[in-house]
T-cell receptor, first 115, second 116 residues
């Protein structure tokens, strides 16, 4: 079974600063995908960034980037130039490389960006 | 245009009642899911349907019964509601593209169920 662990229940950062959210996972699969989802107070689940395990290059989406360490089974999210609108719960998720698979979620990290 | 919609968005009901949550997607996807988010915000898969066929059925009480009348709809019926069923229920959908080992899941806005 796959497990996803987020060890930081809460984090806070000042606007314009950089923050890193941690995630580790456990799997015996060789082909898989990792994701960070954002859930603001509106409750909507929003995909932030995605990483394919077979790609060595870390994914980047504007101010969001990941540090994917496959051997260590680590997948952290870095948010640069934090904005007030980044305040949300962030979930790390794992998907086995299968078209009919499910997402396994970590327990989330509540990020608060303050002025 | 809403891609994945759920009705109702909020549902408050008494213990013992039977209720349904509806989900519809207009993305042309053929795989749909139900996830449950508990009071501690933990999200977990409940069911998944592909082309109206059940493909994932986690350890969920028999009181929960999904129904997929067609590829665009996946409804969740809950019998004899219990206090512990209070949660946010998310519907999601994804395409099943040939040659791809992952297809992005698109989430609905969630339905907050409160059982009194």
């Amino acid at each position: 079974a796959q497990t996803v662990t987020q060890s930081q229940p809460e984090m806070s950062v000042q606007e314009a600063e950089t923050v890193t959210l941690s995630c580790t996972y456990d799997t015996s699969e060789s082909n898989y995908y990792l994701f960070w989802y954002k859930q603001p107070p509106s409750r909507q689940m929003i995909l932030v960034i995605r990483q394919e395990a077979y790609k060595q290059q870390n994914a980047t989406e504007n101010r969001f980037s990941v540090n994917f360490q496959k051997a260590a089974k680590s997948f952290s999210l870095k948010i640069s130039d934090s904005q007030l609108g980044d305040t949300a719960m962030y979930f790390c998720a794992f998907h086995r490389g299968s078209t009919l698979g499910r997402l396994y979620f970590g327990r989330g990290t509540q990020l608060t960006v303050w002025p | 245009d809403t891609a994945v919609s759920q009705t109702p968005k909020y549902l408050v009901t008494q213990m013992g009642n039977d209720k349904s949550i509806k989900c519809e997607q207009n993305l042309g996807h053929d795989t749909m899911y139900w996830y449950k988010q508990d009071s501690k915000k933990f999200l977990k898969i409940m069911f998944s349907y592909n082309n109206k066929e059940l493909i994932i059925n986690e350890t969920v009480p028999n009181r929960f019964s999904p129904k997929s009348p067609d590829k665009a709809h996946l409804n969740l019926h809950i019998n004899s509601l219990e206090l512990g069923d209070s949660a946010v229920y998310f519907c999601a959908s994804s395409p099943s593209l040939a040659g791809e080992t992952y297809n992005e899941q698109f989430f609905g806005p969630g339905t907050r169920l409160t059982v009194l």
